[in-house]
């Protein structure tokens, strides 16, 4: 057990959990949001994040500080707390990102580890190396293994009661992804940063973004705690949630705010394009859109930031309100909507459905079947799992009708799309209880009929009966041969 981290209640791969900061002597609650400070440009000032926004923990760049000689020195003597003015835990970035974007930096992963300890910070981060996206595999795997001698190198240094993270990298390579969480997670180290996906991000491919989540997510252990690092967009917390992210660090609000960009959680809007402001927030309820575009750039900068940072926490509190409600799917089912690339992010977390399914508690609210994505929910496929394993009599009708024919079987079950049959003792256990449409999808009817096949090939002595309510000749003909079918619309005739 990692003795920083514990998770408290988790739905799908989401969790609410407590990650202790010794330094700060603060216990962060995630997901967590961590508003970006960028030490020489304030926004929002930090104490005003803790006061006005909650905010438990933030992160600011220990490279810049380290190259800017007045705040170096200021923080060397005063400590990071006091420079910012945040009574909350502080974390800090090493210069990795600079890296990236330059090619080189003059600090080593020995300095700056050193100097974000001297400086006071409550989580330090050594210097890797982001590998971008789709890069040659020598060249990812030659970077990650500079990576990792500098984890294990992080992992010797005393860093006190400092924690350390340790970016899991990788680049575009599931294997290498997967291999990087086993040995980050190998390593004494604290929290795990899922790195280098900005540019995954930038590019709107949140269906990588989710592969590189995932494949991390099977080398870490269930216990530690994951950021994923640059994602500030509040439209992805939610699908970021579900795949099992537990720190989010958002410069977004600051950024967007400097363009006149008003962040929503259906996307982004550009302040001269808005009549309305969607939001109730205290900066939208005392200004029209036309009130903030008249304002001074200065004004109306830190007004959009603002109104930015009250809509990404308060998706963070949507989301853990869902994971403790047992619906966080429903809520990445709507923000999928958002945007098309958003739903590729979706669809490829329903890719992930076996690996999600271990984590998914057993019994829930409601499963509210609101697309046809949701007949490929780990809840069903756990279902079919089931399925393999249930005792049944020698002869059996599965109905989506009443149980009047069972007469003449042995025992009669139900039949609801997307799961496909149950006994009728389960009816009332989650998931069968679920809301589903009356109108019915092929998807959902595709999904029953593959619970049929698992328990008829489960059950090869059994004689099944299918009665359905007219299911096209596409689903039946996927079921196997032996399987008796009765149209229970052409019944009533
Ligand atoms: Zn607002």
């Known amino acids: 057990m990692r003795e920083c981290f514990e998770v408290r209640d988790t739905d799908v791969g989401g969790r609410i959990g407590e990650l202790t900061v010794p330094r700060a002597d603060v216990t962060v609650e995630t997901p967590a949001l961590l508003p970006v400070i960028n030490p020489n440009l304030d926004t929002i000032a930090p104490r005003r994040l803790a006061t006005e926004f909650g905010a438990e923990i933030l992160i600011t760049n220990s490279y810049i500080i380290h190259g800017t000689d007045d705040v170096r020195e200021q923080a060397l003597e005063d400590g990071l707390h006091d420079l910012l003015d945040f009574p909350g835990a502080i974390m800090t970035d090493s210069g990795s990102f600079q890296l990236s974007e330059y090619g080189e930096i003059d600090v080593t992963t020995e300095e700056i580890l050193e100097f ?46 400092m924690l350390v993270s340790a970016p899991v990298q990788g680049s575009t390579y599931p294997d290498l992804r997967e291999a990087a969480g086993r040995h980050a997670d190998g390593t004494d180290l604290d929290v795990f940063p ?21 494949a991390a997510k099977r080398g870490l252990g269930a216990d530690a705690p994951v950021h994923l690092f640059g994602a500030g967009h ?19 609000y600051a950024l967007y705010a400097r363009d006149d960009r008003y962040l929503t959680v259906r996307g982004t809007r550009h302040l001269e394009d808005l009549d309305y402001l969607p939001c109730s927030c205290p900066v939208c309820t005392a200004h029209s859109p036309a009130d903030l575009r008249a304002l001074p750039d200065d004004e109306r900068e830190e007004a959009l930031a603002a109104h930015n940072l009250h809509v990404t926490f308060e998706e963070i509190r949507r989301i853990k309100q869902a994971i403790r409600a047992g619906n966080l799917l429903e809520l990445v089912e709507q923000r999928a909507r958002a945007h098309p690339t958003m739903l590729d992010g979706y669809r490829t977390l329903l890719d992930h459905a076996a690996q999600l399914e271990r984590a998914d508690p057993v019994s829930k609210g409601a499963f509210f079947y609101t697309s046809h994505e949701s007949a490929r929910r780990p809840e069903v496929l756990r279902h079919h799992q089931r399925l393999g394993r249930l005792s049944v009599p020698d002869s059996l009708f599965l109905t989506e009708g009443s149980s009047a024919r069972g007469d003449e079987f042995d025992d009669s079950w139900r039949v609801e799309p997307p799961f496909g049959p149950f006994p009728r003792a389960l009816s009332k256990s989650y998931p069968l209880t679920a809301e589903t449409p009356d109108r019915t999808d092929r998807a959902a009817l595709e999904a029953a009929a593959d619970g049929v096949t698992r328990l008829v090939e489960s059950n090869p002595e059994t004689d099944i009966t299918l009665g359905h309510k007219g299911w096209p000749a596409g689903v039946l003909e996927t079921l196997p041969e032996e399987v008796a079918l009765v149209d229970l619309t052409a019944d009533r005739t």
């Open 116 to 161: 974000q300890h001297a400086i006071g910070s409550d989580i330090a981060t050594p210097v890797d190396i982001p590998t971008p996206p789709d890069v040659s595999r020598e060249r990812a795997e030659d970077e990650l293994a500079t990576t990792q001698e500098r984890l294990e190198l992080a992992d010797e240094i005393d860093t006190g009661e």
């Open 194 to 214: 899922v790195g280098a996906v900005v540019p995954l991000m930038n590019d709107y491919r949140y269906d990588d973004m989710i592969d590189a989540v995932a």
């Open 234 to 252: 509040p439209m992805m917390f939610a699908l970021a949630a579900a795949m099992g992210c537990d720190l989010f660090d958002s410069a977004a």
